[in-house]
């Protein structure tokens, strides 16, 4: 239950598939807040306990008691989501891993790249895939924080530039490290 839980509010944001791939390690430094891009502004969920660079637009939130955000922008969707109610594997990092797996088997799409990766010190990992429909390309990183697994999704579609997700998906942080 838990499981279609996670899966149904990631597919919230996209509906993607992909095929396994072998891991990288990678070690995410916190944001630096200093030079946001241009005119991005810093979308601060002190609830969530995270902050993101978004570009101009009008984000969502939704708070039912898992904590959305979404940003939909012409060819590209932004959206960061801090769930609850997951089941937890035997370390943390399998636990990450088990929910980008699950958002990768409930996709249509083609996988380019994933790794294992970690923010402030909690782990994390990042898949990057290919859809046909809607065609684009979308990264999904997730991170295990205490008992909340964040995930931080940037869709671009075919012939946009991924530039701006990039900005965007570098930017997340957490605002207390502690928790």
Do not use: C, H
Not at 92 to 113: C, H, I, M, Y
Not at 147 to 167: C, H, L, P, Q, W
């Amino acid at each position: 239950m838990k499981k279609l839980v996670l899966s149904i509010l990631l597919l919230s944001f996209l509906p993607l598939n992909v095929l396994p791939k072998p891991l990288i390690y990678y070690n995410l430094p916190q944001a630096n807040k200093s030079k946001p891009a241009t005119d991005w502004k810093e979308y601060i969920s002190k609830t969530g306990n995270f902050a993101v660079l978004l570009p101009p637009g009008q984000p969502v939130e939704e708070s039912t008691p898992q904590i959305r955000v979404r940003l939909d922008q012409g060819p590209r969707t932004y959206g960061v989501a801090r769930l609850d109610g997951f089941k937890f594997a035997e370390t943390a990092q399998k636990t990450v891993d088990g929910a980008a797996d699950d958002f990768l088997n409930t996709s249509e799409g083609r996988l380019v790249d994933k790794k294992v990766l970690a923010i402030g010190g909690y782990p994390g990992a990042s898949i990057k895939f290919q859809t046909a429909e809607p065609p684009g390309t979308t990264e999904a990183r997730f991170f295990l924080v205490g008992r909340y697994m964040y995930a931080v999704i940037a869709f671009t579609r075919n012939g946009s530039s991924e530039d701006e997700a990039n900005k965007f998906l570098n930017s997340f942080r957490l605002l207390n490290n502690k928790v």
